[in-house]
């Protein structure tokens, strides 16, 4: 059996054999492998540096006396640093779990997306955690920055989590029971300092003097920056992080401790940073400075024949992102099309295909030449001076004798015809796809090795086939050529294609699925089949994530897992949130959707499925009892308890805790109620007191979930158990939408507050970027208003304006203007999506505020327009606003109304509006209004209104300004098209 012990021997001998370095741990307290200084000082400036160490990790929130089978105060990293990337550092790394004795062709070996970022170290990197057959053994990063300054290199952190690698490997189920050496376990060595550590951190340090100790060290640490000492200054910042993380676990740190903690490490270890930087520089760089690599050697390429044939481009990438390799998919799609146009090369259709490790165009019947052309070089004006005509001439290498004349828009000119003979398709296409390769860009780019480039993830290698030949394409570093690669446990993970033509057929005979339909046909198609006779997989339902698991794939295999029924006892949305967000398995249920104790993992190309099997059986065993563990913990834990312990979370810096937001929150509720029942009284003393949870702060889709259990765990109502949870949600698109009133208020009011400071903070999201989710939150609001009509009295914009009179800093009147035109943008957008017409729509918008009474206007919009008698009333409306000049106010005296015609309408003029109610929706005013249509027809029709008298001319102008502004406070009326 392979021991703790025997494991980091072998790591740290299989990269001492890649070049690396063995240093020692820190000497004090750090978080994580990366705070040692030979990673987070040696991955700055140029110098090359490779590098091995094992790291205790010390995090005191992760204390739990020994008794969570997964959780430590101290585990241990192994970490590796490869600066500059080596190009291969994927392989690599699976050559290291060789070394461990991993079959890496039998097992799931994984790379899923996890990008990295420790702010108060002014640090962050994109990469993966690897997952063997669904257990996160090792963080994989690309760092990009440390503290705060861009990286050149760019560094690849490999850091092992070893006590979860060994407990896989020796299949035990707590940490306690792992063989450290032969003979001796992990709790024999560790148990008692897991117990008496937690205890210190959680029980007995001493807050004042570990606030003491922040404060020395902190001020050491400057005072070491300030005599130019990178070293011992950063070691004094590491004793900054630990004392503070003291501090966090003992619950002594406020929301203002935190942001101001978080501000002044990020300032020192940015200082330090700099310092490190400037005194290698000062030193020379002792071990030397990367050169960057040598651009690719271009080449030309003759066509062999006149046929038409196939072009394939293929961009092989490290593991791409799902929602990236989506995006980049369509981004290739797009400019590649354009870009094909812009040439006189005849083609076929584009087609692009996606998945984790390539984007692939397949474009058919590409012609072997650009047509010829005779592009017109236009000159002087005919009859031009002799001196301009013979310079034109020989500026263009022409006798004057063979210029010709041509028409410009009906004007002579002196031109000159050029023959330009098409290109050859391989030319051509070298340099379209050229320029679509080194375009490609993400959400979130990154760089590697390879200085020219900037992607999602590293672009590794290129194939460019134009039939049999290859294109000459170079982008930066790469060169293209015919050799793709296949599944990493292929017995040949490289191939040679010979031709575009059997592409697609090569990557298929080895294994990879390339188009993402047929890969999500084999998931869905393939997990059906494992469950037919026992369940069913709710495909509509988890089709989310069944879109996501087809683009962590290439070569699709469902397997069927088990776990013990005991943990159907959990809630049902603990165990689908385990399972979806964490696993990515697809849960299994019977006929009335209730859950069996079954899942369906997919694994990556062809497996020893019972090894896999049993592996991501014993995850998820693990994930369910860490959750059993908290959910055990929670509900003994009463709800004032867990409220307070918002207090210790912050919201933002600048709008305090989570607690203050949780009052902001029930402050608003219980004023945006006519009279506050009790049940929003108790629900709103309650809200978001579930964030203080162990489970929720592990899985915080499940707020409002875990808030119903442990409310009517605690003794509380159903319905105010049913209200803090409802107070949750709509928590994403299509969610369902709170039922009660008391829910639907909590529900707006929490939006309220997150869109009235946010917008005063950060600001409202511009473009597809909202890393707030302020415009999810303004959608919610929308929906929520609309769906409850008796919430129709509330303004949304003046409810608005009581949560900025809340907020802990100020919201300007502009503020609050540009939030208003937000949410009236969004309910434009979602009624139009809706398919109501873009007239309507606009002309109801300035109840954007009441959306629900917006509904009700659209509705009756749509019957009445139908109506004769309201197309006659509109037009009478929209005749008398044609002839009044802006600005005219809706008042005249009626003594000087002397037409019959005239004073008939203002006789109905003064009757509508005395009839008409504040409250009035559409339907009525079109009751009320109606009869005006034959008077103002009737004033029209005899009475000339621009009288030359002014004192009439403006009584009757004002007269009609009346006919104008009725219904203006229901509808925009010149935007109606009728």
Known sequence: MLTTQDALARLTAYWTDQGCLVVQPMNTEVGAGTLNPATFLRVLGPEPWRVVYVEPSVRPDDSRYGENPNRLQTHTQLQVILKPDPGNPQELYLGSLTALGIDVAAHDVRFVEDNWAAPAMGAWGLGWEVWLDGLEITQFTYFQQAGGLNLDPPSVEITYGIERIIMALQGVTHFKDIEYAKGVSYGEVFGQSEYEMSRYYLDDADVPANRQLLEIYAAEAQRLIDAGLPVPAHTYVLKCSQAFNVLDSRGAVSTADRAAEFARMRRLAGDVAKLWQARREELGHPLGVVAPPAPAAGFESAPQGTAPRMLVFEVGTEEMPPGEARAARAQLLRELTERLGGTRLAHGDVRVHATPRRLIAV??????????????????????????????????????????????????????????????????????????????????????????????????????????????VAVSALLAGRETRVLRTAAQPRVSVASAETFMETLAINGVVADADDRRELIVTGAQDLVWDTGRIDVAGESALIDQIT??????????????????????????????????????????????????????????????????????????????????????????????????????????????????????????????????????????????????????????????DYALNAGETPAVAQAVYEAELPRHAGDDLPAGVPGALLSLADRLDLVAGLSATVGLPTGSGDPFAVRRAVLGLLAVHRAHPELSGISLTGALAAAAALQPVEVTPEMLADAGDFLAGRLEQVLVEEGHPVDRVRAVLPHAGRPSFADLLLAQLGRLIADPGFLALAEAIQRARRIVPDGTAAAYDPALLKEPAEVILHEAVQAVRAELDPGTDLAGFTAAAGRITGPVHGFFSDVFVMADEPALRAARLGLLACVRDLGSDLLDWPRLRL
């Open 363 to 472: 474009v058919g019947d590409v012609a072997a030449r650009e047509v010829d052309h005779v592009r017109t070089v236009k000159g002087p004006k005919a009859g031009a001076p002799q001196q301009a005509v013979a310079g034109f001439a020989r500026s263009q290498g022409v006798a004057v004798e063979s210029l010709r004349t041509a028409d410009f828009n009906g004007v002579p000119h002196l031109v000159v015809e050029r023959h330009e003979a098409g290109r050859a398709a391989p030319a051509v296409l070298g340099e379209v796809l050229a320029k679509v390769a080194g375009g490609l860009r993400s959400a979130k780019n990154m760089r590697w090795n390879d200085p020219g480039l900037s992607f999602t993830r590293p672009i590794r290698w290129l194939v460019a086939l134009w039939g049999d030949e290859i294109v000459p």
């Open 551 to 708: 683009y962590l794939v290439e070569q699709p295999t469902p397997l069927l897992g088990t776990f013990d029924e005991r943990y159907l006892e959990l809630p049902a949305a603990v165990l689908t949130t385990v399972m979806r967000k964490h696993q990515r398995y697809l849960a299994v249920r019977d006929a009335d959707g209730a859950l069996l104790p079954m899942f369906v993992t997919v694994a990556n190309g062809q497996v020893d499925v019972e090894l896999v099997r049993a592996g991501n059986e014993a995850v998820l065993r693990a994930r369910y009892e860490d959750a059993a563990f908290f959910y055990r913990a929670d509900r003994e834990t009463p709800p004032a308890e867990m409220r307070e312990r918002l207090r210790r979370l912050t919201f933002t810096d600048r709008l305090g805790s989570m607690a203050d937001r949780a009052d902001r929150i029930a402050a608003l509720a219980t004023t945006l109620a006519d009279e506050p029942s009790p049940t929003l009284r108790r629900a709103a003393a309650l809200v978001k007191f579930d964030l203080g949870a162990q489970l929720v702060t592990e899985m915080t889709s499940l707020a409002g979930v875990m808030a119903r």
